[in-house]
């Protein structure tokens, strides 16, 4: 008689999936690091340029970092979005429930005795 068992319910393919979590990790920190960036450049350009003793230095070069962190911030947002993406679509697609026989366990014949397998090997000599 065979019993079915069915296997514990596995986690899906994508969340063990290495490439999965190393675009959720560069994501989050593109994202950090474009804000690290932006955001105190954007403060030091404003505060020298309202209090008039903004030079040339702290505009045109926090300007670029501006620029390069708004870069990096936006591709982690994106990055962020597409692990979104795979995740919804993933969870979309149905898993197959396996379920497992367990092997019948047969009774094995009984073998001749010892002293039979002796003599038979005796009378081929």
């Known amino acids: 008689m065979s019993v079915a068992q069915t296997t ?4 899906p393919r994508l969340v063990r999936s290495i490439a999965y979590w190393v675009l959720v990790l560069t994501s989050i920190a593109s994202l950090a690091i474009g804000v690290l960036l932006t955001v105190p450049n954007i ?4 505060s020298s340029l309202l209090d ?3 030079t040339g230095v702290e505009v045109y070069s926090g300007q670029a970092w501006v620029t390069l962190g708004a870069a990096l ?6 990055g962020i979005l597409i ?9 979309l697609i149905p898993r197959a429930v396996v379920t497992e026989t367990a092997p019948e366990i ?4 009984e073998s001749e005795p010892a002293d039979a397998d ?3 090997s005796g009378a081929r000599d």
């Open 106 to 109: 047969a009774a094995e014949p």
């Open 52 to 54: 008039g003793s903004a």
């Open 83 to 91: 692990a979104l993406a795979l995740a919804a679509g993933a969870s």
């Open 73 to 78: 911030a936006g591709a982690g947002v994106l």
């Open 8 to 11: 514990p319910v596995r986690r």
């Open 43 to 46: 403060g030091v350009m404003t």
């Open 118 to 120: 002796l003599a038979t």
